[in-house]
């Protein structure tokens, strides 16, 4: 026993300073473990008996009768017989001995066998033990303990779990002891041996050790919150982290050893485009040559799937900085390895304002230039001239993150050094108690403002945000009268006293406030009080892009990423991209969908072709089973992701037409070799951009597509009135691409307002099954307008289908069914070939003025019946009889 305490006291004094653990001194007057010091020579305090044993005068008491020559640690005497199966209570040992810590000493087991000690800490306090002897407690197979071990866990846990601390060893001494540390109250420290042995013993000390302890063991996370309903999740807000060493946090257990198969995620957020997030490990110690199981991982995003920043994996201190929104520290822990002499990493957070100063801001006009005289230059700016600095315009915004963008600014979309999109923000310049920001664009440009954060003090309005059409100048205190009329040209006014924060209190970013203009021109202004304090000074800040309509198209104000594109007013050939790195992007991190749509006119079609695409990733949830990526297959009926897990969890471009139908879709590592996909449609198309994960510092990935609206006339007249007629397939322009596919649905109506019996006759040359295009006949419903959508609603119930491999076929329709709907529908890599051609039986007597009326189905038997009976009179019977049969009728 001696030898096993000098062997402590001496670790304690060179263990390395990235091991702590609480230091138990044990000398003669001050004895911890269970048993006394010797068994004779001394009487106990209060006893008669000569042969008593001798008990340390420091928190001894006797066994009793158990025991009658030994003494215990007191609070713990009930055991001296049997140290198995036991409470260890920190209030009731703290009242009998004035200790917090002490000595288990297990029985030997002969296996199997087991023993369990219940730990109870009181309020903040966590429990600590010190393990320095196993004898024949189970072995290491190289993935975990077999045979026996020593775990400690919750004291709730039903079972052992090997997802918790287990140490195990045949004939083990450690020094320095090995440290584990529980945070989650009550704790199980369970022995148990599942195969046989001899004698299995492990020799340990306990304590309860506080959280404000200054050695520094009592060590919890400080400035984070715990993400509800995870192991060890936490968050880290730069709202929390406002000083020098305000945030620190930890792997679960510091400074002891950290369990083990676990993945704890800590997500730093920022508020502000210009933080910057500074991570401090002071210490990491991993064991060594796992790097493959326990690391450290630093992510540009919130998701385990955003792009890698670094990775650490060997004993070390570092430092690393990078920009937000948000960073997820990912800590990762594989099985327990011998020595066990390793126990994570600490680290100090801090959050940064610093400005990105990799390149120029973005130009900004003085405000004392005339505004009318920029206006007019504006608007006769050459064309070309805008359109190629708008490219450089995008490279400069691209490379220099904007900057910040102050009070008095005039940011112009054009020219040298025009920005594209940027960040404005009201502290970046001096106090001004009205601050205006000017945003002009191209004439085809509209404005997109996003407001991030805001903090208005004032009552009544006094402090309030304005964003409003058109560039305007503010005065002084001569400007009030005309408030009322600038609120109803307002875009957006926000009233004091308002509060806005880019993220709710769990750190997810809330629901973006923003506005597109009508024109090209946009005003914030802000007012405020005419002094400021630091802990209250009022702001805004936020992002604002300019959005090319005539070449991206018509932005959608109620979308974050939508445009349209109308056949009759966007150029007749165009291109369309992944969205520009736009800082009103910056508060969006979960799935991004960018929509472009392409409406064709009555007389066009739109041609779409994907020409460049880069690798595209999946984001799959945590936990899933069998999950195995996207991937993309292209048949005759276009191009499918197929995936285990819903699309959404998928980086993906599709081609969707206007009833929702996908007809190509590609995701996961699409071949260069088979672009470009091309796609024809007779009706609207919309192209889906979606991006798993977006965050900003990844933007998702990239693609290029052109476009082109196509005047031709592929669905014809829609309604025809004529008794008898033809409506034939016409040969449209090929691009030759292995993956070109046509997409059609073309609805007519074949109408008359005499009843008739019609017959129909459709053919065609080619060998295609009835999914890469089909011609049905139907019903008129009665409804319906003179538009595609309309004449589609207007189809009712399905007579007859004609596939192309029929070849030919003639279909004969029920007497006095005279309105018929036609519907061909085709999306196939050939362009469909078919002709229909119509012809009608009408009995000039029974002409009618009125509208067709469809013959009710429960009629048809005797319509049917009818038709034939009138056949054979007039076929069969001489002129003179029927006439003579019909005049008392007339």
Known sequence: MRHALALLAVACTVASAQLAWTPIFLDGSSQVDLWTQSSSGCACPGGDGEDCACCVRDGACPCGDVAPTRCAQCGLEQYCANMCNITIDSRVLKNKSGKTFGQIKSPSIEGPGSCSYFLQPDAGQRVEIQLYRLVSVGRFNGTGCVGGWLQLGGAGAVQSSAAETRLCGANERYSPPVVLFADHGASKLEFRITEKTVRSQFLAFFSFTSLSNTQGVGFHPRGGSRIPHTDCDWLYQDVSCRGAGSCVLASPGYPGLYPPHRRCRYLFATNSVNTRVKIIFTSILLPRNHCATDYLTLRAGNSPSAPLLGSICTERTATLEHPGPNLLLEFSSGPLVPRYDYNGFIAKLEFIERVDSSGPPPTVVPPSAPLAALTHHMQNVDRMAIIDSNSAANEVSHNNGGGRIGCG?????????????????????????????????????????????????????????????????????????????????????????????????????????????????????????????????????????????????????????????????????????????????????????????FIPAANQSVTIEIQRLERMWSAEPTGTVGAAGCRTACGDAGCECRANTPLHYHDHIALVAGDGIHLSCLCGDFQA????????????????????????????????????????????????????????????????????????????????????????????????????????????????????????????????????????????????????????????????????????????????????????AASAAAADLTQTTLAFIFTYLPWFIIGKALRPML
Not at 439 to 464: E, I, K, M, W
Request: hydrophobic share 35%; with cysteine; aromatic share 10%.
């Open 409 to 597: 600014a005039t940011v112009r979309a054009y020219g040298p050094g025009g920005a594209r999109s940027g960040h404005f923000d009201t502290r970046a310049t001096a106090w001004r108690s009205q601050c205006v920001v000017h945003l002009l664009g191209a004439p085809t440009d509209v404005v997109q403002v996003s407001l991030f954060n805001y903090n208005l003090r004032l009552q009544s309005c006094r402090s309030h945000i304005e964003i409003i059409e058109g560039v305007h100048e503010f005065g002084g205190r001569g400007d009030r009268g005309d408030r009322s009329e600038r609120g109803d040209r307002a875009l957006l006014r926000v009233c004091g006293p308002s509060v806005r924060e880019a993220r709710d209190p769990s750190g997810r970013f809330l629901i973006r406030q923003a506005v597109t203009s009508k024109g090209a021109n946009l005003t914030i202004l802000v007012r405020r009080a005419t002094s400021q304090s630091v802990d209250e000074e009022e702001f805004v800040d936020g992002a604002f892009a300019f959005h090319d309509e005539h070449h991206e198209g018509t932005a959608s104000p109620d979308a974050t990423c939508a445009a349209t594109h109308y056949g009759l007013a966007a150029p007749t050939h165009g291109g369309v991209a992944a969205p520009s790195h736009h800082h009103i992007f910056w508060n969006i991190e979960e799935r991004l969908l960018c929509t472009h749509r």
């Open 673 to 856: 070799a088979w672009l470009p996909v091309v796609v024809r449609s007779w009706t609207s198309v919309r192209l889906e951009y979606s991006v798993a994960h977006y965050t900003y510092a990844s933007r998702g990935f990239d693609y290029a597509a052109a476009y082109s609206f196509n005047n031709d006339s592929m669905c014809g007249q829609r309604t025809y009135t004529t008794h008898s007629g033809e409506i034939s397939s016409r040969n449209v322009s090929v691009t030759g691409s292995l993956n070109e596919f046509f997409y059609q649905q073309c609805t007519w109506v074949l109408d008359s307002n005499v009843e008739r019996q019609l017959f129909i006759d459709i053919s065609s040359e080619q060998d295609k099954s009835c999914g890469s295009w089909n011609i049905t006949l139907h019903e008129w419903s009665g409804s319906g307008a003179q538009s595609d959508a309309g004449l589609a609603a207007a189809a009712g119930e399905l007579l007859y289908t004609f596939c192309a491999r029929h070849k030919n076929h003639t279909y004969t329709l029920p007497w006095r069914l005279n309105t018929v709907v036609i519907r061909l529908v085709a999306l196939s890599r050939q362009q469909p070939l078919y002709r229909i051609r119509w012809r009608s039986q009408v009995v000039r007597a029974n002409n009618r003025l009125g509208p067709p009326t469809p013959v009710p």
